[in-house]
């Protein structure tokens, strides 16, 4: 099953706009991490949120948490062409032991030129 | 790049055989986990090695095993091939510390298996 689901599933929006995904998920976590995905290869790391954190940047990336809602978003400002991908968010939850993230479906997003 | 590689790259088996997949981790990383990821689908885990002892399994069945060697290369296996295990799978490298620190996942390229 999955524990954190991307929303929307699929976005479409022309270069210079913003692309905003959220993710959702049901038991508490360690933390979540947004990860990127170019068609049929692996996944590169962007972000790592941790429990105890409400925002991050990276660059044009912007991660807020919201542990109350269990929800998290990832905004991409000013979009290129080149940020056309799958994006996945990975909950990585509180246990001892193992740290295993679970992915949602993930969001696959289209910038048009 | 990540430093993590993986192979081969493409391999098409046919129902009933074995197969053996290879990850080479990136220098300093102590912990590899395997994904499998179908088609339109988020990467499912499979299974983590930490310091060569399996870590943590997903729902796969014994079919799937898996090894870390000293050097912290893995390997994964999968015996009886179906023709569901026909998917992407991606090995992950990254450094487990004490406590409840927890770092990022390096990830492969990935093997994309066909089973016919």
């Known amino acids: 099953s999955q524990q954190g689901e991307e929303d929307p599933q699929a976005l479409s929006i022309q270069e210079g706009e913003n692309a905003t995904m959220n993710c959702s998920y049901k038991?508490?976590?360690?933390?979540l991490q947004w990860y990127r995905q170019n068609s049929g290869r692996g996944l590169v790391h962007l972000i790592l949120?941790?429990?105890?954190?409400r925002e991050k940047h990276s660059g044009r990336l912007r991660v807020t948490l919201d542990t109350s809602k269990k929800s998290s978003s990832l905004l991409i400002t000013a979009s290129r062409a080149a940020d056309t991908a799958s994006y996945f968010c990975a909950t990585v939850p509180i246990s001892g032991g193992s740290y295993i993230p679970t992915f949602g479906r993930g969001t696959s997003l289209i910038v048009h030129p | 790049e990540t430093g993590v590689t993986q192979s081969p790259t493409h391999l098409i088996k046919t129902r009933g055989q074995q197969v053996t997949l290879r990850c080479s981790s990136q220098?300093?990383?102590?912990?590899v986990s395997w994904y499998q990821q179908a088609l339109g689908q988020g990467p499912q885990f499979i299974f983590q090695?930490?310091?060569?002892?399996?870590?943590g399994r997903g729902n796969f069945p014994p079919r799937f095993s898996g090894l870390q060697f000293p050097n912290y290369s893995s390997e994964l296996n999968v015996n009886a091939l179906e023709l569901d295990d026909s998917a992407l799978y991606l090995c992950?490298?990254?450094?487990?510390?004490?406590?409840?620190?927890?770092?990022?996942?390096?990830f492969g390229p990935g093997t994309r298996l066909t089973v016919l």
């Open positions: 090695y930490y310091r060569e002892e399996e870590n």
């Open positions: 949120i941790r429990s105890n954190e």
């Open positions: 038991t508490s976590i360690n933390n």
């Open positions: 992950a490298s990254s450094t487990r510390t004490s406590g409840l620190s927890y770092n990022e996942q390096f």
């Open positions: 220098s300093g990383h102590n912990t």
